[in-house]
T-cell receptor
Framework: AQKVTQAQTEISVVEKEDVTLDCVYE???????LFWYKQPPSGELVFLIR??????QNEISGRYSWNFQKSTSSFNFTITASQVVDSAVYFC???????????????FGSGTRLQVQP | NAGVTQTPKFQVLKTGQSMTLQCAQD?????MYWYRQDPGMGLRLIYY???????DKGEVPNGYNVSRLNKREFSLRLESAAPSQTSVYFC???????????????FGEGSRLTVL
């Protein structure tokens, strides 16, 4: 069965610091997707990124960057020059086919709460 | 451009009462999901529906039933609410890319349920 571990329960940084959120996953499948979602204090879940298992190229989007390393089953998320608006709970998630039907369901980690202090 | 709409947003129930959470999506997605979110536990899958007419249990299905009424709608029913079902419930949907389900979820705004 799939599993996603976010060992950091809560991180607190001061504005403009860089911060990395860790994500480690377990899967038996060779084809899967990895995701990061953001949940700000307002409660909605906001999609940030999706990576497929065949593409290990790191991705950068503004102040956000993602480091996918298949060898260590990790998909870490770095925020550069953090801002107060980055304060949120961040979830890493894994999508793989279910065993019988090939349908995909998303498994979430327990989340990392990031607090950015001014 | 509504996306995923779920109702109600807030509900307080007494133990033993029943209620149904409604969810509708307007993105023509095949797959729909119900998750619950509890502090420190992330989101856990209750039930999902890969297509109209099919439903499957997720990680925590006990105490819940679902109905995929049509392609747009996927409801979650609590027949006899228990305090352990106090949670925030999220409905989500996902589509396909080149015919393959992507697993990328679009979420509703959540429904906060309290069972006394």
């Amino acid at each position: 069965a799939q599993k996603v571990t976010q060992a950091q329960t809560e991180i607190s940084v001061v504005e403009k610091e860089d911060v990395t959120l860790d994500c480690v996953y377990e899967t038996r499948d060779t084809t899967y997707y990895l995701f990061w979602y953001k949940q700000p204090p307002s409660g909605e879940l906001v999609f940030l990124i999706r990576r497929n298992s065949f593409d290990e190229q790191n991705e950068i989007s503004g102040r956000y960057s993602w480091n996918f390393q298949k060898s260590t089953s990790s998909f870490n998320f770095t925020i550069t020059a953090s801002q107060v608006v980055d304060s949120a709970v961040y979830f890493c998630a894994l999508s793989e086919p279910t065993m019988d039907t090939g349908r995909r369901a998303l498994t979430f980690g327990s989340g990392t709460r990031l607090q950015v202090q001014p | 451009n509504a996306g995923v709409t779920q109702t109600p947003k807030f509900q307080v129930l007494k133990t033993g009462q029943s209620m149904t959470l409604q969810c509708a999506q307007d993105m023509n997605h095949n797959s729909m999901y119900w998750y619950r979110q509890d502090p420190g536990m992330g989101l856990r899958l209750i039930y999902y529906s890969a297509s109209e007419g099919t439903t499957d249990k997720g990680e925590v299905p006990n105490g819940y039933n679902v109905s995929r009424l049509n392609k747009r709608e996927f409801s979650l029913r609590l027949e006899s609410a228990a305090p352990s079902q106090t949670s925030v419930y999220f409905c989500a949907s996902s589509g396909r890319r080149q015919g393959v389900p992507t697993g990328e979820l679009f979420f509703g705004e959540g429904s906060r349920l309290t069972v006394l």
